[in-house]
């Protein structure tokens, strides 16, 4: 991952790494910055047993890799702006090309699907060693396309991406109430369908956005350092329990 930033380049599925400050909670840092929050330690010489990411002088005991992906347009890249920048990508919609190394953003249009397919098969490998890779799973709820295509996405990632991957359904677009043609029933009962915790997004206003990275991280972070003694993180709840409705005023 670098952190240095390049220009915006054009594309449907968008890698991102996330890691946990060392010691200092688990707030995941957001991806492609690394920088320590005000609660986190500075950056200082190397520790034993931490990892540096990208070779930039940030140490962290986790890290973990995450990859958004979905039909084009429904909103990775501005979820994950939304998540690292806190700003939402608003204007002229520049469909993500290959992949954007400054955030590990790949495409998600047809054409690029075989670049996509190499990052499933190598998530957990690049950076992270032997942790899982977390997918997130994006559909638009303005576009009943975007939602159909979600079995296709499901049926790729099973065969491309590791068995144990980390996977969660996010409705984007949930401040477009106006232009809703995706039921959020509709978007609970496919989740259901195929176990998996669902959330909906706004890259817009913020809705949910860091939940779902906060939700995944602990979820890797409970797998790979968890006593045996501590109680298991349960994904599902957290997400049910803290997940907020788009009516809400607040992100
Ligand atoms: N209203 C609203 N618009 C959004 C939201 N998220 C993204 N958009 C808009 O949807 C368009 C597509 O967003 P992108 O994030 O570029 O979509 P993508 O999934 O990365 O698309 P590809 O890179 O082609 O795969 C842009 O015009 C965004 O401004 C959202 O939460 N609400
Ligand atoms: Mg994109």
């Known amino acids: 991952m670098s952190r240095k930033k390049t220009p915006k380049s054009k594309g449907g599925s968008a890698p991102a790494t996330s890691a946990l400050p060392a010691t200092h909670g688990s707030?995941?840092?957001?991806?492609?910055?690394?920088?320590?929050?005000?609660?986190?330690?500075?950056n200082g010489p190397p520790q034993p047993g931490r990892s540096s990411l990208?070779?930039?002088g940030d140490f962290y005991d986790v890290a973990f890799k995450v990859m958004l992906v979905g039909d084009s347009g429904v909103g990775k890249t501005?979820?994950?702006?939304?998540?690292?920048?806190?700003?939402?990508?608003?204007?002229?919609?520049?469909?993500?090309?290959?992949?954007?190394?400054?955030?590990?953003?790949?495409?998600?249009?047809?054409?690029?699907?075989?670049?996509?397919h190499a990052y499933y098969r190598d998530a957990h490998g690049v950076l992270t060693g032997p942790l899982p890779p977390a997918l997130l799973l994006?559909?638009?709820?303005?576009?009943?396309?975007?939602?159909?295509?979600?079995?296709?996405?499901?049926?790729?990632?099973?065969e491309y991406a590791q068995h144990d991957v980390v996977l969660?359904?996010?409705?984007?677009?949930?401040?477009?109430?106006?232009e809703r043609v995706v039921?959020?029933?509709?978007?609970?009962?496919?989740?259901?369908?195929?176990?998996?915790?669902?959330?909906?997004t706004s890259a817009k206003t913020g809705l949910n956005v860091d939940l779902a990275f906060m939700a995944i991280a602990k979820?890797?972070?409970?797998?790979?350092?968890?006593?045996?003694?501590?109680?298991?993180?349960?994904?599902?709840?957290?997400v049910k329990r803290e997940g907020r409705g788009a009516s809400c005023c607040k992100p």
Not at 27 to 42: E, F, I, K, Q, S
Not at 183 to 198: C, H, I, Q, S, T
């Open 219 to 238: 979820e890797l972070k409970q797998r790979c350092m968890k006593a045996p003694s501590e109680p298991r993180f349960q994904l599902h709840d957290y």
């Open 138 to 158: 994006l559909y638009d709820i303005t576009n009943k396309a975007s939602f159909d295509s979600i079995q296709a996405w499901l049926t790729e990632i099973q």
């Open 27 to 42: 707030r995941p840092v957001r991806p492609g910055t690394a920088r320590p929050g005000p609660d986190a330690p500075p």
């Open 183 to 200: 039921k959020r029933e509709d978007g609970e009962k496919l989740a259901k369908e195929y176990g998996l915790p669902f959330m909906e």
């Open 78 to 116: 501005c979820l994950l702006v939304r998540f690292k920048d806190g700003a939402f990508l608003a204007g002229t919609f520049i469909s993500t090309v290959g992949i954007d190394f400054r955030i590990w953003d790949t495409a998600g249009q047809e054409r690029f699907r075989s670049v996509t």
């Open 54 to 56: 990208g070779g930039g």
């Open 168 to 178: 969660m359904l996010l409705g984007n677009k949930v401040d477009s109430a106006q």
